[in-house]
């Protein structure tokens, strides 16, 4: 992601406000977030969906 992305879902929920958005972002190390967001480059636009590992460098470094 980057500065001008638009989060669309978060863990397939797609009516978000900021503070939903955050609170599904966050949660217990070692669990998943999915995230859908748009990019818009130009007339060109792309949408993505990434999973996430919660936690710490560290504690996903020692997961490996």
Do not use: C, H, P
């Not at 992305?5 to 929920?13: E, H, K, P, Q, S």
């Not at 609170?23 to 949408?47: C, N, P, W």
């Amino acid at each position: 992601m980057k500065v001008g992305d638009t989060i669309i879902a978060v863990n397939g929920n797609k009516s978000l406000t900021a503070a939903l958005a955050k609170e599904l972002v966050l949660g217990q190390q070692g669990t998943y977030a999915t995230i859908s967001f748009k990019r818009t480059e130009g007339s060109d636009v792309r949408t993505f969906k990434v999973q996430l590992m919660r936690g710490s460098a560290d504690y996903i470094y020692l997961g490996e």
